[in-house]
């Protein structure tokens, strides 16, 4: 491994630890913990998958947990205990790198992620999947810890707005929606049992533009039905459809941050 390369790379990609939990530079969390690595696309706003690209510099640079690649889903027991080694109360984004309710990942895998979640009241777990279907059924059978947030990606209409039935009719007490990178205008939204709602514009080379209206319609939907709304970023083309570097466009919407979350419980403060 070029160490120097290595150095560059995590700075570049704001990455703090690699093998274990990592701290994240991603504004609505504090950690993430990869205990499956790889994944395979669904949807449109898979197209430019961040996670793909990192994967692969990884897989070059020799990072342990990244030898098959993004497109093969690699299972990480050996990282299932991460959480459990850290006393400080920590929002954690599950799979950042991957996704937990893919077919290539067991349901009885999937418990022993649950496990570690219900053995860590002390942390908040940020769950964000685009198999909102096999996530449902998984729940069908079993509870959701309390201290884990449910969520589905909803980049469009045809693709994104229907996981969100199925997101509600799961049980759970926190439930979101990550609208990034919004793709479209999303039309009017449900979001009846829903708590939070990021938005957000891709980044990237090959970044596809967001409208400034797209965004304004989902933040006054949630501000109407009295949901949190979080904007994360405008990405690689900015509030006036210019394109510059992601840190330039900045986060300001409607002149202002947004930048509302859920409460966290008492127990993980």
């Not at 080694?85 to 009885?108: C, G, H, W």
């Not at 059978?141 to 045809?158: C, H, I």
């Not at 969100?164 to 479209?184: C, D, G, N, Q, W």
Request: hydrophobic share 40%.
């Amino acid at each position: 491994m070029n160490y120097c390369l290595f150095i560059q790379f995590m700075a570049a990609a704001n990455i703090k630890e690699v093998g274990m939990a990592t701290y994240s530079d991603i504004e609505w969390t504090e950690q993430t913990w990869n205990p499956v690595t790889g994944c395979v696309k669904v949807s449109p706003g898979c197209k430019y998958c961040y996670a793909e690209v990192m994967s692969r510099r990884l897989q070059a640079m020799g990072v342990p947990g990244y030898e098959n690649g993004f497109r093969e889903v690699s299972l990480m027991p050996e990282r299932l205990n991460q959480p459990l080694r850290r006393k400080k109360p920590t929002i954690y984004f599950v799979n950042s790198m991957s996704d937990l309710f893919q077919e290539a990942v067991p349901f009885d895998f999937v418990d022993k992620v649950m496990a570690v979640i219900e053995q860590t009241p002390h942390h908040t777990y940020q769950i964000l999947t685009k198999r909102a279907e096999r996530m449902r059924e998984y729940f069908l059978t079993r509870s959701v810890p309390v201290n884990a947030w449910l969520g589905v990606s909803v980049e469009d209409k045809k693709y994104g707005k229907p996981r969100i039935p199925h997101l509600r009719a799961i049980k759970a007490k926190t439930r979101f929606l990550s609208v990034e990178p919004l793709l479209e205008n999303l039309g009017k939204l449900n979001l009846r049992g829903i708590s939070w709602v990021i938005v957000g514009g891709e980044s990237g080379r090959k970044a596809r533009p967001m409208c400034e209206d797209w965004a304004l319609s989902v933040r006054d939907q949630c501000i109407r039905a009295g949901v949190d709304f979080f904007f994360k970023q405008w990405g690689t083309y900015g509030e006036d459809g210019e394109r510059r570097a992601k840190k330039a466009n900045g986060r300001s919407l409607n002149g202002r941050e947004w930048n509302e979350m859920p409460l966290i419980p008492a127990v993980a403060i």
